[in-house]
């Protein structure tokens, strides 16, 4: 007898652990009260909480929405105090709008240079031809006038012609001389006056430096502008998604700093039921499978749902799903996203079972106990 006692312990110690293997499969498996196919498991209804913060510090001046309000994209929930900041908006618009006459005054100057000059290096070129006309024609009556002189000297000289003849014909050289010299000195005026309109041209490319510069200091200011009006909208704090507010950090009054949480939000048509597969059951479940969520508030009104986030990596249990016994199991959280909500029946933190269908032929089935 003793000799068998090894042998029946050994025996005894694999039928107990074939029967705990048992226990665990069928817990897991085998009698969950479902059909193969179907995935039961449990958790809490969640949503993606929105923080509404300002960009700028500001005291608060109206808060327009309390815990609870459902509030639309764009509505308008918070504004702060804005009459600092609607001065300077005032005094960059003012700045912007002189700027902006001045370029228009520079640009009306440069057009206006544009057509003048051309038609002053016009008139100054015809002066100029008008002045060497007139220095061409004295020299040719001072060439005529000097050869009459000289003839009249020569005539005079043997008595073919009289004094007074001679004396007339060199005053006229005289005074072709002097034209001579009055046209000269018109041409060189009239050359002045054409290089002078010609520095029109020059004048034109200064003014369109000018109005360059001109154009740059507005479009500054202009940037400027749409800075101050940025941060004046900004100062009416609007919410970024539609949904539903659950936390109010401030109150009216109080001044915040840049970037510190005013309101929370949750949109309560993007809810989602986070659940928990355990590791022997995670390999069935996949990407858009769908499921179906119950609730203790509506037990014969199933929400439609998919699965839309799997974890990578396992997690021991959370405390406050299972019992500690149970706790050291691994499991994968594992998201399911509603279709729906009508009328905003379902709330972030309210439980509920879910069913997920892995196979697309078995009949849907409520959650079992």
Do not use: C
């Amino acid at each position: 007898m003793p000799t068998l006692g090894k042998p029946i312990t050994l025996t005894v110690l694999a039928v107990v652990l074939a029967g705990s293997g048992y226990v665990a499969l069928d817990r897991w498996i085998l009698n969950t009260g479902l059909p193969d196919g179907l995935i039961q498991a449990n958790g809490r209804i969640e949503g993606d909480h929105v923080t509404v913060a300002s960009k700028f510090s500001g005291r608060i001046q109206e808060l327009l929405v309390r815990e609870g309000a459902t509030v639309t994209q764009g509505q308008v929930l918070i504004r702060l105090d804005n009459s600092q900041t609607a001065a300077r908006v005032q005094q960059a618009k003012h700045a912007a709008e002189a700027l902006e006459a001045q370029v228009q005054g520079a640009h009306m100057t440069l057009a206006i240079l544009n057509l003048d000059v051309p038609l002053a290096i016009e008139r100054a070129d015809a002066q100029v031809a008008k002045a060497k006309d007139t220095v061409d024609k004295a020299l040719s009556v001072a060439r005529e006038a000097r050869s009459d002189a000289q003839r009249f000297k020569d005539l005079a000289a043997k008595d073919e012609a009289s004094i007074q003849q001679r004396d007339q014909a060199v005053m006229r050289w005289e005074v072709a001389r002097k034209d001579i010299g009055s046209a000269r000195s018109a041409l060189t005026q009239a050359t002045k006056e054409l290089a002078q309109a010609e520095l029109g041209w020059k004048r034109i490319r200064a003014k369109e430096s000018d109005v360059v510069a001109l154009e740059q200091q507005r479009d500054q200011a202009y940037a400027f502008l749409d800075e101050v009006e940025s941060v004046l909208k900004d100062l009416t704090i609007t919410a970024p998604t539609s949904g539903t507010v659950t936390t109010r950090m401030v109150d009216v009054g109080e001044v915040v700093a840049a970037g510190a949480p005013l309101l929370e939000l949750i949109d309560l048509d993007h809810l989602y039921l986070k659940v928990y597969v355990p590791e022997v059951q995670i390999g069935k479940v996949r990407l858009d499978l769908p499921a179906r969520v119950y609730t203790d508030a509506f037990p014969d009104r199933p929400f439609a749902a998919a699965v839309r986030y799997i974890a990578s990596k396992a997690e021991f249990t959370p405390k406050e799903v299972q019992t500690p016994d149970e706790r050291v199991k691994l499991i994968y959280p594992v998201k399911l996203y509603l279709n729906e909500n009508p009328d905003h029946r379902l709330t972030p933190g309210l439980p509920a079972d879910a069913i997920i269908r892995w196979k697309d032929d078995v009949a849907w089935a409520k959650p079992r106990g």
